[in-house]
């Protein structure tokens, strides 16, 4: 399934939507999707992984430099995702303790935007 | 025995390609339902680092994927990049994934490899027995 991005805004939080796919062809297309969104004033971002089918080590080291950068500029960046696969490879590569990660979009905007270790 | 070959130009428009050959073969091989996922990711990985590598050396050799289910489904990835650059590729520990400092590139390789390892029990990367590249083998049971 290709990849799809939808965006939305909740209280102080920009939500995107990611579905489908995100692997070595589609990743550079969140990327630039997340750059735009930073770029364009966005500090609290929460990226709902709750459609997407298949993410690999591309798209793993994409959503880290959304983190980096965010961090970087005062910011935010959590993640939503209940599904057991994905949360698997967030176990796998230590990941888990990187990103403060949510099982629904209310968890991850009512909790306080505090980076990493939340 | 079974085997499908494919190969395909390394662009990263094919690496879907060869994970939904990868799975399907594996499900007809008989590999548990439950591990087809893996068998996707781990394929997909094998597959993204060979294109990484052809790309970085410039190669437009095609990438080898090699599917056999003689007792086992066994997978072979085989890229044609000089050896010192596939064989002790940093495959970082965990913990070092979460370190700010490092690039993209290195993060994302090391993603990769933490990925392979921690999906298939039966990993082998080692020289390919012809010429120049390295070759990720991977094996899973069949459930007959």
Redesign the interface.
């Known amino acids: 399934m290709e990849l799809s991005l939808a965006t939305r805004t909740v209280g102080e939080h920009t939500v995107l939507e990611v579905g489908g796919?995100v692997?070595?062809?589609t990743a550079p297309r969140l990327r630039e999707r997340l750059l735009e969104l930073i770029d364009g004033g966005a500090r609290h971002v929460v990226v709902d992984l709750g459609r997407v089918d298949?993410l690999?080590?591309?798209g793993?080291?994409v959503l880290?430099?959304a983190l980096?950068r965010l961090r970087t500029a005062g910011g935010s960046f959590a993640l939503v995702c209940d599904k057991e696969?994905l949360l698997k490879?967030f176990r796998?590569?230590?990941?888990d303790?990187?990103f403060p990660l949510h099982s629904t979009v209310d968890a991850a905007v009512g909790a306080e935007p505090t980076g990493a270790n939340a | 025995m079974a085997t499908v070959r494919l190969s395909f130009s390394p662009a990263?428009?094919h690496?879907?390609t060869a994970?939904l050959v990868g799975v399907a073969v594996a499900r007809r091989a008989g590999v548990r339902e439950d591990l087809l996922?893996e068998v996707?990711?781990a394929i997909?990985?094998a597959c993204?680092r060979a294109?990484?590598l052809h790309r970085q050396y410039g190669l437009p050799d095609p990438v080898l994927v090699e599917m056999s289910d003689s007792g086992s489904y066994a997978v072979r990835v085989v890229d044609r990049a000089p050896i010192e650059a596939g064989i002790g590729l940093a495959a970082l520990p965990?913990?070092a994934?979460?370190n700010?400092s490092l690039t993209?590139?290195a993060?994302?390789?090391g993603?990769?490899f933490?990925?392979l390892a921690?999906?298939v029990e039966d990993l082998q990367v080692r020289p390919v027995d012809d010429g120049v590249g390295t070759e990720v083998r991977m094996v899973w049971p069949v459930g007959r």
Do not use: H, N, W
């Open positions: 796919e692997d070595v062809y298949f690999d080590s591309t793993l080291g880290v430099g980096k696969p490879i796998i590569t230590a990941l303790q990187v | 990263p428009v690496v879907r994970r996922d996707r990711l997909g990985e993204t294109v990484a965990p913990d994934l979460a700010e993209d590139e993060l994302t390789t993603v990769g933490a990925l921690g999906f």
